[in-house]
């Protein structure tokens, strides 16, 4: 079965500093991976994908994620931090559960401090 | 476009009572996934609908909780009786292709409080 470990239930990091969230996951098969982000009292929203191709992925806000297969990493960056970066962050994978189930991660709060 | 829409966005009900939660997809989407979220959990998928069918209820807690969706622009998920361990963020998501891309559109969610 495909799971999601996310390293770091809680991350600070200062304005303007590098902002590395961690996530290893667990398949069978190949997997698509995601990063989802959730603000508070909102839904999840997709941030970025991989599927398949390029192994470096940019999404939104100038975050990116590079999938290491050797690793089974799909780690998010982002190079400076923003104030409305505070969030919480979910890294999800699909492709092993029939019809592409997707298991997310427990999540990774954000906390960017002035 | 408007999104997934979750209704109530907030529930306090009183341990027994039967609680709906209703949710309208995306207008096209032919996927409808039912999560749970929880402190100590995180996201559980409880039940996933593909063209009005459920595919997988597996993450269904028990007996108490059913869900059903009568057409394409409709889901409901109903806990009866309620218990205070039910209390938790409850999140309807649609996606497109049978979810074969795993993007999913989630709703802003139900906060059911069980006393």
């Known amino acids: 079965a495909q799971s999601v470990t996310q390293l770091g239930s809680h991350v600070s990091v200062s304005e303007g500093a590098l902002v590395l969230l961690r996530c290893n996951y667990s398949?069978?098969?190949?997997?698509?991976l995601f990063w989802y982000v959730q603000y508070p009292n909102q839904g999840l929203q997709l941030l970025l994908k991989?599927?398949?191709?390029?192994?470096l992925v940019k999404g939104i806000n100038g975050f990116e994620a590079e999938f290491k297969k050797s690793e089974t990493s799909f780690h998010l960056t982002k190079p400076s931090a923003h104030m409305s970066d505070a969030a919480e962050y979910f890294c999800?994978?699909?492709?092993?559960?029939?019809?592409?189930?997707?298991?997310f991660g427990i999540g990774t709060k954000l906390q960017v401090i002035p | 476009d408007a999104g997934v829409i979750q209704s109530p966005r907030h529930e306090v009900t009183e341990m027994g009572q039967e609680v709906t939660l209703r949710c309208k997809p995306i207008?096209?989407?032919?996927?409808l996934f039912w999560y749970r979220q929880t402190m100590m959990r995180g996201l559980e998928l409880l039940i996933y609908?593909?063209?009005?069918?459920?595919?997988?209820d597996s993450g269904m807690p028990e007996d108490r909780f059913s869900a059903k969706m009568p057409n394409a622009s409709f889901s409901t998920l109903k806990i009866q009786p309620s218990e205070p361990r039910d209390s938790a963020v409850y999140f309807c998501?649609?996606?497109?292709?049978?979810?074969?891309?795993?993007?999913?559109?989630f709703g802003e969610g139900s906060r059911l409080t069980v006393l």
């Open positions: 998501a649609s996606s497109p292709e049978g979810g074969r891309t795993g993007e999913l559109f």
């Open positions: 398949s069978s098969v190949p997997p698509y």
């Open positions: 991989y599927t398949t191709g390029a192994t």
């Open positions: 999800a994978v699909s492709g092993d559960g029939g019809y592409q189930k997707v298991t």
């Open positions: 207008s096209g989407h032919n996927s």
């Open positions: 609908f593909n063209n009005n069918v459920p595919i997988d």
